[in-house]
């Protein structure tokens, strides 16, 4: 099987891509590049993050940068800002499922634990899956932190993960925890959904690993 892992430069995430390497022939890496809402080191993190699993997993390993700071610009800008967090991880859904259609892979990876973050309640996480048709596989769904953390030490990620760097600046003050949907499509009609996918998947980048 082939996998598109969403990717970021914390905790969960390498650690959901290491567990799911075992039943995957390929694993494309695919990173939200959030400038400028963070900072270089965040995508260095990333890099970093993304050579160390390529040598620690058997799977075939690649690793794309996406361009997401013009998506949460125009968000930020237009639209109600609570919904930020939720909107975001539907774009990074829709990139992700963009890429797996032209590399015909067979599902998206994510890192989501269940009400570990805002967009990781029960009801975001309903709303935010909708945006796709794809399937989405969390393995960490039923883990908390320190089962995670547990893990990340494990393997070798953990102190990647918690080096250094920015946070993103885009998150909001107070996250919506129970968005709905209709919410949100009235949200995205504030915006060009189709043309920032289009922007960002066209202007993605490869990473040397």
Known sequence: MKFVALVSSGIDSPVATYLLSKNADEIILVHADN?????????????????????KLPSKLNAILIPHGQTLQSYKTSCDN???????????????EAIAKKEHADAIVMGDSLGQVASQTLQNIRVVEQAVSIPILRPLIGFDKEDTIQIAKK???????????????????KPS?????????????????????????????NVKL
């Open 35 to 55: 400038r400028p809402f963070t900072d270089d080191r965040e995508i260095e993190k990333f890099v970093t993050l993304a050579k160390y699993l390529k040598k």
């Open 82 to 96: 609570k919904f930020t967090c939720v909107v975001c991880k539907r774009m990074m859904l829709r990139y992700a």
């Open 155 to 173: 393997i070798g990620t953990f102190d990647l993960s918690i080096s250094p760097a920015d946070g993103c600046g885009a998150v909001p003050i």
């Open 177 to 205: 925890t129970r968005a709905r949907l209709e919410q949100i499509l009235t949200e995205e009609q504030k915006i060009n959904v189709d043309e920032l996918v289009k922007f960002a998947v066209t202007h993605a980048t």
